[in-house]
């Protein structure tokens, strides 16, 4: 593909495209990205917030780093701004959201421009809407569109896929798999917590509604019609997320969150609070690279897997903490659910100004340290742990970062996957996970690159 940019970072104003700014100022070429531009709405805004690495006539860039290209104006609600854009590079990177927001002229745009398309989204039932609605026409081009990139959801993907191929290489299928997660440091972007509003508001919507018998919490009747017009138009169509799938992927939720026992080393453990996120996407590359079907399960846990007898097998920590949260709980929830059913905006408004992270006010620790000089902040550390449908053979795999995963890991892997597609010979198929597209050994490898430490422990008798 020959275009002037290698990347665009659409939404550079935001926490998310800041970060990614600093990430190419100071890291690019090790990641093998030669070329990049930031693209906002406002122009004054990006140089108020990231002039000293957006600056194409700056006269120091890092060893590792690349200078920028004169900054692009692309606005969500301009699709002309977008398509003009997206013709300009071989991949955007979109880091606006809420994606149920502002992120589908950024889809249409990069698919009638012929150009791949990465996000950072976790927002899976937008991805598999916009998976129906340009699906066929991104893979009839070649296109990688490639959401959910990010923390969401490539390192439970990574991990799983690799302790199968371990499996598979000693002539043993996979059958349950664990992954652990535990994480230090970081902030949350103002994005994510706008995601988590939305995902609160149609809660209260659909709970309105059916209070009311379709009365309330549905919207206009222009936005009910125009809704309803959507569903008709994409039945039929397959998003991301294959419906053969969906019954599998919610008696894996389901068992994930009531069960607190791991069925592979007995320890007790809490779900991890992506279980919802990433459950989807680990099946669906289970499936695409033919691991999958009825003997595969997935549990996603929180914290270390704590197989130790001087805390009962991890029972004595998750029952401090489950009566730590239903304190807190009985403390918060009768103050926060009254303001989200009766002042929505308000709390919406609330959350622009949430982590305000401008230059002379940076409140968290992490934004700090990614703005200068994009140094390590924290902590994202995967362990997998699968077992073989035999129940004879376990492999391990382990993934470890020094960055936070809501910004810097965030950062790091939408643009990591987007060197590792624009550095592929062969098309892209449209719509699929990120391990899937690239593979899971080939995307081990760039990830080394760029600083990621995994480990695949191999396949024994016992764990």
């Not at 009825?294 to 996603?300: G, K, L, N, T, V």
Request: glycine share 10%; with cysteine.
């Amino acid at each position: 593909m020959s275009r002037l940019l290698d990347v665009i970072v659409f939404g550079a104003t935001g926490d998310t495209g800041r970060c990614a700014c600093h990430y190419l100022f100071n890291n690019a070429k090790l990641i093998d990205l030669k070329s990049w531009a930031p693209a906002a709405r406002n122009l004054k805004k990006l140089n108020k917030l990231v002039g000293d690495v957006c600056d194409p006539e700056a006269s120091k860039v890092p060893e590792n780093g690349v200078k920028a290209s004169p900054a692009i104006q692309a606005d969500s609600n301009d699709y002309e701004s977008l398509l003009a854009m997206a013709k300009q590079a071989k991949v955007v990177v979109a880091c606006a959201g809420p994606f149920a927001d502002y992120g589908e002229n950024v889809v249409k745009a990069c698919v009638e421009a012929n150009t791949h398309y990465i996000d950072i989204t976790g927002e899976t039932p937008w991805v598999n809407v916009m998976a129906k609605k340009y699906g066929e026409e991104a893979k009839a081009k070649g296109l990688y569109m490639l959401s959910q990139s990010a923390y969401d959801s490539v390192p439970s993907d990574i991990t799983v896929a690799l302790a199968a191929l371990a499996l598979k290489e000693e002539g043993e299928t996979v059958g349950a798999v664990e992954t652990y997660h535990h994480i230090v440091g970081g902030a949350l972007p103002v994005g994510t917590l706008k995601t988590m509003l939305n995902g609160v508001m149609l809660g209260r919507a659909k709970a309105l509604g059916a209070l009311s018998g379709g009365m309330l919490g549905s919207g206009s009747k222009e936005e009910v019609a125009k809704a309803k017009s959507e569903r008709k138009s994409l039945r039929g169509r397959e998003g991301l997320v294959p419906k053969s799938l969906q019954k599998q992927i919610a008696n894996d939720i389901s068992s994930n969150n009531m069960n607190p026992k791991s069925p592979i080393t007995g320890a007790w453990s809490l779900p991890s609070i992506m279980t919802q996120v990433n459950t989807p996407i680990v099946h669906v590359t289970a499936d695409s690279l033919g691991y999958g079907g009825a003997q595969f399960s997935y549990r996603e846990r929180n914290g270390k897997n704590d197989a130790g007898v001087a805390s009962m097998y991890g029972f004595l920590p998750v029952a401090a903490t489950m009566a730590g949260l239903g304190l807190g709980a009985m403390a918060v929830l009768p103050f926060l659910i009254p303001m989200i059913v009766l002042f929505p905006d308000a709390v919406r408004n609330a959350a622009e100004n949430f982590n305000n992270s401008d230059p002379g006010d940076m409140k968290a620790k992490a934004f700090k340290k990614l703005f200068n000089g994009f140094r390590p902040n924290g902590l994202t550390k995967v362990q997998a742990l699968a077992s073989s449908v035999s129940g004879e053979k376990f492999a391990e795999v382990d993934f470890e970062t020094d960055y936070d995963p809501g910004l810097g890991f965030t950062v790091l892997s939408m643009l990591t996957v987007a060197s590792a597609i624009i550095h592929k010979e062969d098309a892209g198929n449209g719509f699929q996970t990120a391990v899937v597209a690239v593979g899971p050994e080939n995307l081990k490898e760039w990830y080394d690159k760029a600083g990621v430490r995994i480990h695949v422990r191999g396949v024994r008798s016992k764990l």
